[in-house]
């Protein structure tokens, strides 16, 4: 990294997220190059570069040459971005429009020749001095040079020249040339916006002599304009073992857990569909926020109606808590939310409200909203969850596992080295009846009791009917019952 780049000049990308991955945004007077396939949003963001510029009492010019400016004007306008004070340079073909109106022109495009477009950007940079120009597509001079030799002298000319008029540039191609090694070469930093599994991402693999934030991040183009949302880097806060727990209010189940689970953990409560892990959940909830420590719950798998109403059907008064300000409980759609914009609500959220527990209901949920297989969805996650327990923050995470009466795996993810804590719950087969088992598998600080419990779900939610000793097969599904059948 250079040793000067403290001392170099900064300027706003005209989005922070952005600002964030180039470390602090871009280098005044150079040159970015913005790549991505049609759709991805290169020009919304330099439309955003230019507004930032106009904003700041700037000069800026927009040099495009495959929309009219009318279209550009009605597009930015979509997105609530006001280009009415930029000035603009058509260089590509013939245009009606222009042709018929020349406010904020330049030139005339019916009246320039291709061999004098360098002429005419030259001439406009010169009069206007813009603080920015947004060059979209650069491949518009490409066409213009008989040779890739030819070509490459011209951008480096070009750089000098605004770099000695003090110029910031934007420059946009779609990646697909062979000119791209020589662009990606040329360029100061280079932005690559692409589509990875239905979802817009982006990512900074140049910033000379500064450096990036490396990695892929969110981008979504809403009707604001653009928003990029950089992945989650936890930091390490100083903390001490807080011994406290939180608990259901249940002590026979909470002695499962040697008495609940420890402040800063994380806690995978896993079980097939229906067996209790929501209201299990909801339990720990409702105690954390009637103790005042304040709780947040995420919804991924079912609605904040239905959440609703089976926790007050219950017994467990999540509207009485939501309305006193204990207790936050939204209800996320997974396919409009990046990881990383949900990290950023969660780490928002968890800051403004000083909340103690979070609960991400459920995992698959959460897989489905980051669209990734399991190595992915392992990294997107611990490093959520990584950053709550940072700052001493409890986490339950709900996971749904497809067997009902058997346990392949403790997670249905291979997320179980995430947890501190693993509690399981499931079906089993006991005198022909289908009864509720809850045990504990793993805890890595305390004890626990080894020998799973049988619960039910009724008015107030769970109750311990008994300890199932002196049984064996729980986890394979195939129990066996001797004599001495249970403890109560």
């Not at 997670?411 to 995430?418: G, Q």
Request: charged letters at 30%.
């Amino acid at each position: 990294m250079d040793e000067d780049c403290g001392t170099l000049q900064r300027v706003s990308s005209g989005v922070p997220g952005l600002d964030t991955l180039l470390n602090g945004g871009l280098i005044g007077e150079r040159m970015y190059l913005v790549a991505g396939e049609p759709g991805t949003g290169k020009t919304t963001l330099g439309m955003e570069f230019l507004r930032a510029g106009l904003d700041g009492g700037e000069d800026v010019l927009f040099i495009h040459g495959e929309e009219s400016k009318r279209s550009i004007l009605a597009n930015s306008a979509e997105f609530g971005i006001d280009l009415a004070g930029a000035d603009f340079l058509d260089i590509g073909p013939e245009s009606e429009f222009f042709a018929g109106s020349n406010s904020y022109d330049i030139v005339d495009p019916q009246t320039v020749e291709d061999d004098h477009v360098i002429e005419d950007i030259r001439e406009a940079i010169e009069r206007l001095d813009p603080g920015r120009a947004l060059i979209d597509p650069i491949s518009q001079l490409q066409y213009l040079e008989p040779s890739e030799y030819q070509f490459r002298k011209r951008i480096i000319a070009f750089m000098r020249f605004l770099r000695d008029r003090g110029t910031t540039v934007y420059a946009t191609t779609t990646p697909g040339t062979h000119l791209d090694v020589q662009l990606d070469s040329l360029s100061d930093g280079v932005i690559r916006l692409e589509h990875e599994k239905r979802r817009r991402r982006i990512r900074v693999p140049k910033h000379r002599g500064v450096g990036q934030q490396d990695g892929t991040h969110g981008l979504e183009i809403r009707d604001t304009g653009i928003e990029v949302f950089p992945s989650l880097v936890p930091k390490n806060h100083e903390r001490t073992f807080d011994p406290t727990k939180f608990t259901t209010g249940v002590e026979a189940f909470d002695d499962l857990l040697g008495g609940g689970i420890e402040r800063g953990t994380v806690t995978i409560i896993s079980g097939p569909t229906g067996v209790g892990k929501s209201t299990t959940a909801t339990m720990f909830l409702r105690n954390a926020a009637e103790s005042g420590d304040g709780a947040l719950a995420y919804l991924f798998e079912e609605s904040m109606e239905t959440f609703s109403y089976r926790s007050e059907s219950l017994g467990l008064p999540v509207e009485r808590l939501r309305d006193s300000g204990d207790l936050t409980v939204e209800d996320v759609n997974p396919l409009t939310l990046s990881p990383e914009e949900f990290a950023r609500r969660v780490q928002y959220q968890v800051e403004q409200q000083d909340a103690q527990l979070v609960l991400i209901d459920g995992i698959e949920g959460y897989k489905t909203a980051i669209k990734a297989d399991e190595r992915p969805l392992r990294r997107k996650l611990h490093a959520l969850t990584r950053y709550l327990t940072n700052m001493n923050v409890t986490v339950i995470l709900i996971d749904e596992i497809s067997e009902v009466t058997e346990m392949g795996s403790p997670t249905s993810s291979n997320v179980s080295y995430i947890a501190d804590n693993i509690l399981f719950e499931k079906y089993v087969e006991l005198d022909g009846h289908l009864r509720r088992v809850a045990g504990v598998l793993k805890k890595r600080v305390g004890r626990f009791e080894e020998t799973p419990k049988e619960f039910t779900i009724g008015p107030g939610g769970i109750d311990v009917e008994r300890t199932l000793t002196n049984v064996r097969g729980v986890l394979d599904g195939r129990p066996e019952l001797t004599d001495d059948r249970s403890t109560d």
